[in-house]
Structure formats: C-alpha cells, structure tokens
C-alpha cells in the first residue's frame, strides 16, 4: 500500500482511480499459466480424491458425507472470512481462484513432492528419521512453497490487484482453506471406515484442528506477501524480512504440528493441538490487527480527501471505521427510529462502504460508484421517513 | 486494492503485454516452480535409489526366507539387517520383511498377531483398528492379516509361516498413497517362500 498523507487538507478531487480487480486477464502470460495449472490440478486431485473415479460406487455413503460436510464446512469457513474484512469486499472470482489453487494446485503438486521427498529421506538417512521428522519437512517445505505460489500468482497478475498486507493475508486464508479441505476430505474417505469414524474425523480435523491449519498457516504468509508488495514506505530488507519471516513462521509451526516425534513429548491429543495451534492464530490475529490500522488509517485519510460529506458524513466514516462502531451506529438508529430502521441503517453502511470502494477504484464518475451513492441516498430517504 | 489519495504516489500501472519481459518471466518462474514439486523431485528420488535387487527376481532376507520384491521400491539400508530384516520404500511407504520364529515360547503365530494387533490398537496414531483375518498364498503358506488407519498414517500387518519358520511383514505409510501400491504390496507378500517350502513363487 503507498504512503499517504495522514492529514489531508480536506475535500480533493479523487486521486487515478486504482481500477476494479478481477480475475480475467488475457493480456498476462501467468493468467493462462493459472488455466492450465489449474484445469491440470483439477483432473489429478479429482483421480485422487475419487480413486480414479472408482470412490462413489465403492463407498457412496462416506464420499457423499464426506462432500456434503467439508462443502459445508468451507462454505461457512468462507463465508466467515469474507463477511468479516472491515473496509473492503475483495473480488468474489479471485477469491475462488485462491481457493481452487489451494485445493486443486497445491494439494497435488504437494502430494507428488512429500512423495517423493519422504523416499529422499528414506534413502539418504533411515525410514525412522522420515517418519519421526522427514515427512513433518516434507510437508511443511513443499506445502507451504506451493500454497504461497498461488499467491505469488495472484501478485503476478496486474489486474488481481493484490495491493495491501490485508489482500494477502485475505487470498492467503482461502489458498490455505482450499488445501485444508481438500486435504482433509481426502483423508477422510480413505481412513473413515464407516459413518461414525467420518464424523469424528470431521470434528477433529475440522473443529478442533481447523482452526489453526493450513488456512491460518497460509494467511500469515500471505500477510508477508501483501506487505513486501505494498508497502512501499519500507525499506526492501524490511519488506524481504517480513515475507521471509513470515513464511518461517508458517513453515515452523506446520512443522511442529506434523513432526510426530514431537507427539512423545505431550501425549494428549487435545493439549497437544491447543499448545502448537493457539499461537499460530494468536500470531495471525496479531499480524491482522496491525494491518487493519494500517488500512484504517488510509482509508479515513481517502475518505477525508475524496469522499463527498453528503454521502459520507464526518460522524458516519467515524461510525464505519470498525465494527463495533457500526453496531452502535445501527443500535442508536434502532433505538431512535425503531427496529426497522436499524436494518435500513446496516444497508445504509454497507452501501456507503460499497461507495468508497467504487470511487477508490473507478473514481466518482464510475458506473459503480453512481449506483452506490443512488443506493445510499435513497437509504437515507427511507431511514429518515421510518 | 488499495485507496490512493491525490497526495499520494501514482497508482501502480504495469505495463500489461502477453509476450512483455514480466509477463513471461512470471510464467517461467511458476512453471519452473510447479515442475520442481511435480516432477523434479522424483526424478532426483528416481535417480538417487540404489535397489539393491533386480525387481522381480528372489531376494533372500535369511537363509530360510525369500521373496520377490516388485519394480519401484528400493531398499532402506538404514532398516535392513542382512538375514533378518530388508526394508523397502516406495512413495513414503514403508515395508518390512522380518524373519521370526513364532513358535519360541511355545507359543503360536496366532499368539504374536494377537500381541502385535494389540500394540497397533494401543498405538495413538491408530484410530480404526480390523480384526484378525487369515489367508492362503498362491503357494499354500497360510498366515494372518489386520488393517490399522489414522488422520494420516495407515497400516496392513501380514504373519504367515510354513509351520517351521515364519514372517512378520508391517507395511505402513500415508494413507493416500495406499491405492497405487497395495496390489504390488500383495504380491511380494504373495510371493514369500520358506527354505522348506515346495517351490519359489515370482510375479
């Protein structure tokens, strides 16, 4: 993300609009490297995880659980992380992509490297040293390399417009969720001998260990990627180090949760996961925090500079500027105007949010930005008639 | 995306050309990356494997056990014990071909499948656990098998004996690569003979 002025010496007209982002771009020698790899990726993992194809007429009961619980699973999971990016509503199709490279790219590349590696290891020093430590390299090297490669395509394409450590981190935990689903519905059908052994795989895999898997490792990469790309008032050893570090964390605590040496040390499965996952989601909540004020803080500066005050008033961009805030705003409306006008109030909100969007990125005249401030004013009309 | 001020820096426009220096140096970089994990790793694991064995032919782990190992799998030397014990690797798989006696104590191979069967139930790693099945070779040498499957690891466990000498074969791996190796796995455990079998078997 540039620098900005913090300061701005009020209403300006709006800086070259930064374009909406999008998948599709036929002008990019990586998007057509992108169809290929994944309509490749899309073929093997579909013979993997089907058996070539054989999975639903051997065991139709746990390939159809086992679909129709990590479906859900990733939908909710999704949902909660779209749902839940405070000033911006990043490309639904990009979003996809992330997913489909992380669930259909990685997970068979990778499965085809810690293959591989895990006999390396095997040959050079004993099928102990892999089974106590190899495979846990295997595993953490190639899947995180080819997990954080799918954001460095993403990086790698001018219109996906990944400009921000929040856009890394975003496209970082949906690589990380397609993998994980995936990943765990593969190990699913192939363990679970019957519907019960299903369901506790899905609770332990997906509840109690789904929340500091691979989503959670990938999003604190891609965090490390957003910031070498964006911040360009850093230093580039500082930039490098962030994304460096970043994956060395990642690298680390997958490493920990696969090394089943490590398993010796604490033998209650439960405590074992709450010690190696909680500080991967601590270090993830730390790492979103940071550059959420960052965000916040260019985007009340782009507000202040650019915004018109009729759509945007001072006291609504201060309502918007986190959560908390908005249910307040919303609450006080309630309280005034009835129930009613308290969901007028969150429409309101997410229009003026949708505004400010569409002007950063087609400027005031977009075709966007014209339907947002239509939708906000008649909002307002209708909250002030409740 | 991010939000730009008038204060701020120009937007960032690349230049955008299908055949520009970026664009094809990036594809470059992602293929290359993607070929290294898909196919440059096992190329070097492919190449750096010393068999010790012709697939194929008899291989002799005592001198009252043999069997025929199958193309693709090598031998760990860290975990071959020569007369005793050869490992074989294949795809992160691990297969052992243990000589023993099952008799000593006056004990039964039934006993040991009981005792080991009981270990892999105990074992954490384990979450689903089949029971004792027995089973004939081709060759008639009789012996016992069970499963064992966890989040990430699974097993087949093989006894079987001549009545005068015996073999414990533990194959375990990860669970996904079980599908392309578990009928080669079955053949070599097929193709065990005993020095005082009636004939060697080959696949």
């Keep these: ?386 | 995306m991010t939000f730009t001020t008038t204060s701020a820096p120009p937007v960032d426009r690349r230049p955008r050309d299908l055949f520009g220096r970026r664009s094809i140096i990036g594809a470059i970089v992602v293929v290359a990356v993607l070929t290294f994990f898909g196919a440059g790793l096992r190329a070097i694991d492919e190449n750096s494997k010393s068999t010790g064995f012709t697939p194929g032919q008899i291989y002799a782990v005592s001198d009252t056990l043999s069997f025929t190992p199958e193309a693709g799998w090598s031998i760990d030397t860290a975990g071959t014990l020569a007369g005793a014990v050869v490992t074989l690797t294949k795809d992160g798989l691990v297969m052992k071909v243990i000589g023993q006696d099952f008799t000593a104590g006056g004990q039964t191979m039934q006993d040991s499948a009981t005792t080991f069967h009981d270990a892999d139930g105990q074992d954490a790693g384990y979450t689903t656990v089949s029971d004792i099945g027995p089973f004939t070779t081709s060759t008639g040498t009789t012996g016992v098998t069970w499963t064992a499957s966890g989040p990430a690891q699974a097993a087949q466990t093989w006894l079987v004996s001549d009545g005068t000498s015996g073999a414990y074969v533990p194959v375990t791996g990860p669970a996904s690569n079980w599908t392309n190796s578990q009928q080669e796995i079955e053949s070599m455990v097929e193709s065990i003979v005993f020095a005082s079998a009636s004939s060697p078997t080959t696949t």
């Design chain 1, 1 to 386: 993300m540039s620098a900005v002025n913090e300061t701005p010496p009020g209403r300006q007209t709006v800086g070259t609009p930064t374009g909406r982002p999008r998948i599709f771009d036929a002008e990019s020698f990586v998007f057509w490297v992108l169809v290929v790899v994944l309509a490749f990726g899309a073929i093997h993992t579909y013979n993997l995880l089907t058996d070539n194809g054989t999975l639903f007429t051997v065991n139709p009961s746990i390939a159809w659980l086992g679909l129709v619980l990590w479906s859900l699973y990733a939908i909710a999971f999704l949902a909660f992380v779209y749902y839940h990016q405070l000033f911006v509503r990043r490309s639904p199709w990009i979003t996809l992509v992330a997913f489909a490279w992380g669930g259909l790219v990685a997970t068979y590349f990778a499965s085809e490297a810690n293959n591989a590696l895990d006999d390396l290891w095997t040959h050079w020093y004993s099928s102990d040293f892999t089974s106590n430590w190899g495979s846990a390299i295997s595993a953490a090297t190639n899947e995180e390399t080819l997990k954080t490669l799918g954001l460095v395509v993403l990086v790698l394409l001018p219109l996906a417009r990944v400009r921000s450590t929040l856009d890394g981190w975003f496209y970082g935990m949906m690589v990380g969720l397609g993998f994980q689903v995936v990943e765990d519905y593969l190990y699913t059908t192939q363990n679970a001998g019957d519907i019960g052994a299903a369901l506790d795989y899905f609770w332990g895999r997906g509840l109690v260990g789904g929340l500091w898997s691979h989503a959670v490792f990938t999003g604190i990469v891609g965090g490390g990627i957003g910031f070498l790309v964006s911040r360009r008032d850093r230093s580039w050893p500082i930039r490098i180090g962030a994304a460096v570090g970043a994956f060395a964390i990642a690298w680390v605590i997958h490493f920990l949760f696969d090394a089943s040496a490590l398993n010796n040390w604490i033998t209650d499965d439960f405590l074992a996961t709450l010690v190696k996952g909680v500080p991967a989601l601590v270090l993830l909540f730390i790492l979103v925090h940071l550059a959420r004020n960052q965000e916040r803080r260019i985007w009340s500066a782009f507000v202040a500079s650019n915004i018109d005050p009729t759509v945007v008033s001072e006291a609504e961009a201060t309502a918007l500027l986190d959560h908390k805030s908005r249910k307040q705003a919303r609450k006080t409306v309630a309280h005034a105007k009835g129930h009613h006008a308290g969901r007028l109030q969150k429409h309101l909100q997410r229009a003026q949010l949708r505004y400010i969007q569409s002007v950063a990125e087609e400027g005031l005249d977009g075709q966007h930005a014209r339907e947002d401030e239509a939708d906000v004013n008649e909002l307002r009309a209708l909250i002030a008639s409740a």
